[in-house]
């Protein structure tokens, strides 16, 4: 005898803000059809249950890292972790998500076959390691693009001599005391941003060694006018008029960024005049080589950083490590720091799709071969999708368009009988890699791991979701570089709306 292998219409992977989003979008949609969410981990949340190091916030407004059909309601902009897990929670219980989420399955492979129009999913049970097959007619990515088992940490000499505890913030010890400690934080990104004034509330002293620094800009944690909206309109309105302003605010900010970058760098060097002390060396520790929104910039809300620096709580150190020491910290300039604790606020590596190995027919798929078609699907993997947001803007206003553009696709296909829609590449389309406007370390060490994009649209990856708002939510499904197979025909057909 044979047990038979369950089928799933649409196969989500990962329970993170993406997944519980694509999740409501898809039942919303269809209530006929079959949807399962895969989860690696044991809890739901994504990023928001797996890291919790002191003070985890999120580095973008709720009211834009907020779903569309689920107005942020809490008092803050700049919410804490634990705050936007519950939201997230909150939202899967609410439509009933969290039924369909199996935790502890961590996808390895998925195997797309044409002859049956389906795909083969193998995931591992992670806490016995059984293999469980499932198929899916449509295969969504929602596992973002993180390692969440492999943090990233360089190499560094002497490491082994320190000894105190060494500590990487995607695995904070819920045990660690760092009350009253000196703590050497290494790194500049948003993570050592967070951290730097956070341990300094248990009367740590923090010193933040960076080997080159990153911008930090400051606004309120409660946004002021965003409350008085919400006092004047019904609910779903005020958040409506404040996403919207939080929209345009944060485009105008990245477009003049790239268009003027001398003259944002000028205005941010202002601030920081009027946020540090007095002749504080502004030119070493606060101005990168690199233009605004080169990379992201690191927020500091209600100055909670640049206070700490002004207590004489948290220090700034640019130098580079020569060596570890039993007691610290000895930097090439000859300096020593002296540490209880380190923590390594190096990175994180990147990982496409959770890992996930693809195929084709038989055939495995290389992503740097792949061309990515509108930020959300593989050239020549059919019935494939994967939510990667933005890199200038909140995650979720991409997980919500790429959600919403499934939708239509897949009603797209049922109206006219398809069975598989695959985008299939232009010889004549220019390759470039997907991050070619965004250069941090993390993205660089990894950027030949993941698809490639084009030259043109629709193969031309655009961080402006304005622009994206127009062509996933309002444009054609059907282009020239889509096509659409139904079951009984093997033969490709281009399809127009």
């Not at 944002?264 to 101005?287: C, K, M, N, S």
């Not at 798929?365 to 890199?391: C, Q, R």
């Not at 220019?430 to 193969?459: C, H, T």
């Amino acid at each position: 005898m044979t047990t038979a292998v369950e089928h799933i219409d649409v196969l989500i992977v990962g329970a993170g803000l993406s997944g519980i989003g694509a999740a409501y979008h898809l039942q919303r949609a269809f209530p006929r059809r079959t949807y399962a969410i895969l989860e690696g981990r044991a809890d739901l949340g994504g990023t928001w249950d797996l890291f919790r190091y002191p003070g985890i916030r999120s580095d973008s407004d709720m009211y834009t890292l907020g779903y569309r059909f689920k107005p942020w309601l809490g008092d803050k902009s700049i919410a804490d972790g634990d705050t936007i897990l519950d939201y997230v929670r909150e939202t899967a219980a609410e439509h009933g998500i969290d039924r369909h989420i199996r935790f502890r399955h961590r996808v390895r492979r998925a195997e797309w076959s044409s002859a049956d129009n389906r795909w083969t999913v193998h995931a591992e049970r992670t806490g016995t390691g059984e293999t469980v097959t499932l198929t899916a007619s449509f295969l969504l990515s929602c596992a973002g693009y993180y390692d969440y088992d492999k943090p990233y940490t360089p190499d560094f000499p002497g490491v082994e001599r320190f000894t105190g505890p060494v500590v990487h913030p995607q695995f904070w010890p819920e045990d660690l005391d760092y009350s009253n400690k000196k703590v050497v934080l290494i790194g500049s990104g948003a993570t050592a941003v967070t951290l730097g004034p956070t341990l300094t509330e248990r009367d740590a002293h923090v010193t933040m060694l960076q080997r080159s620094p990153s911008y930090i800009v400051s606004r309120p944690a409660r946004d002021e006018l965003a409350m008085k909206i919400r006092r004047r309109l019904p609910q779903r309105a005020a958040y409506t008029v404040i996403r919207a302003k939080n929209v345009a605010l944060a485009t105008t900010v990245y477009e003049l960024s790239q268009r003027y970058p001398a003259w944002v760098r000028r205005r941010l060097r202002a601030f920081q005049e009027r946020w540090l002390p007095p002749g504080y060396d502004i030119d070493t520790h606060f101005t990168p080589r690199y233009n605004p929104w080169d990379q992201r910039l690191c927020l500091a809300p209600n100055n909670d950083f640049f206070r700490a620096i002004r207590k004489g709580k948290l220090d700034i150190v640019t130098d580079r490590i020569e060596t570890f020491t039993e007691t610290g910290v000895r930097l090439v300039s000859g300096a020593t720091l002296d540490a209880d604790i380190v923590v390594t606020a190096t990175g994180l590596n990147l990982l496409a799709f959770g890992g996930i190995e693809l195929a084709v027919d038989g055939e495995p798929v290389t992503l740097s071969d792949t061309m990515a078609y509108k930020a959300m699907m593989l050239s020549d993997v059919p019935n494939f999708a994967y939510i990667i947001g933005y890199t200038n803007a909140s995650w979720t206003l991409k997980a919500d368009l790429v959600s919403e553009y499934v939708v239509r696709l897949l009603r797209h296909m049922d109206a006219r009988g398809y069975a598989r829609c695959v985008p299939l590449r232009d010889p004549s389309v220019g390759a470039e890699s997907l991050f070619l406007d965004f250069n941090p370390g993390y993205v660089q060490r990894s950027a030949s791991k993941f698809p490639i994009q084009g030259d043109r649209a629709p193969w031309r990856l655009r961080m402006n979701y304005l622009r994206d708002l127009i062509t996933l939510r309002h444009g054609p499904v059907a282009d020239d570089a889509m096509h659409f197979e139904r079951a009984e025909r093997p033969e490709p057909v281009a399809a127009r709306d």
